[in-house]
């Protein structure tokens, strides 16, 4: 059965793929696209997206669709959706490992698993049974912004294939073997500022610059101890062509 379905993504590059992927389907009658009132410019612009917030609106959204998906929406599902409509997250993590804010930030720095988890959402973040997960393998040249943008693509690719199953609701769950860490955004925050009277290995120190580094965001930081200025700072890490190559090749 195919059900009337909510797309809502505060995504700039998501909300480029789903106007044409969802016009080129043949469940266009079927499948509407929003975003948050809080979302970036550009996909507020975007003519194809509906402003939705989710806590205003449960009751309607509700009564008038049978699923909602959450692709990159920055708002968070109140019990009185979830628990009235089947809603689904696509979240840019390897649940349980990565839970919460920014994922791909704490597979570089911790040396977890990075990837992609499709789940039900529940009372919980990120927590909910799973439809599918799948690892995005990390190299040692990865900073936050090319993590992302990878893990992205592979979110794009698994969307573009699996889509009218999701609508259609041809899957099936499994519990999380575990509760495993999640991270807020004030566990983000304090990883952002360097300590200069730290202890380590400059693998550590190299982890977490680059973990932080997304271009146009300014992440870490360290204070000077003279001004009490904050001093940010970005790795830029530029591997030779062939051995991105290599490892695309072998991916």
Excluded at 53 to 71: F, M, N, T
Excluded at 82 to 102: A, D, K, L, Q, S
Excluded at 188 to 207: H, K, M, P, Q, V
Aim: proline share 4%; net charge negative; aromatic share 10%.
């Amino acid at each position: 059965m195919i059900r009337q379905t909510l797309v809502i993504t505060d995504n700039a590059r998501l909300a480029d793929f789903f106007p044409p992927f969802i016009a080129r389907s043949e469940l266009c009658e079927h499948v509407s696209l929003a975003c948050s009132p809080r979302a970036p410019a550009v996909v507020l612009g975007n003519e194809a997206f509906d402003v939705v917030d989710v806590r205003k609106e449960s009751a309607r959204l509700s009564r008038e669709y049978q699923l909602i998906i959450s692709a990159h929406c920055k708002q968070l599902f109140p019990e009185s959706l979830h628990e009235r409509v089947e809603c689904i997250n696509i979240h840019p993590g390897y649940n349980p490992e990565t839970r919460g804010w920014f994922p791909q930030v704490w597979a570089i720095a911790r040396g977890v698993n990075a990837g992609v988890t499709v789940h039900r959402i529940d009372a919980e973040i990120d927590h909910g049974d799973v439809i599918d997960r799948f690892v995005i393998p990390m190299r040692i040249w990865d900073t936050s912004k090319t993590a992302y943008d990878r893990i992205l693509s592979a979110e794009i690719a698994w969307i573009s294939k699996n889509f009218r199953r999701l609508v259609e609701g041809d899957y099936t769950t499994f519990e999380l073997e575990q509760q495993g860490h999640l991270y807020m955004k004030k566990d983000f925050d304090s990883f952002c500022e360097i300590d200069l009277a730290r202890i380590g290995t400059f693998r550590e120190f190299y982890d977490q610059l680059r973990a932080l580094s997304f271009d146009g965001h300014r992440n870490a930081y360290f204070i000077d101890p003279e001004s009490g200025a904050r001093i940010f700072l970005q790795l830029q890490i530029d591997p030779e062509a062939k051995d991105i190559k290599a490892m695309d090749s072998a991916d």
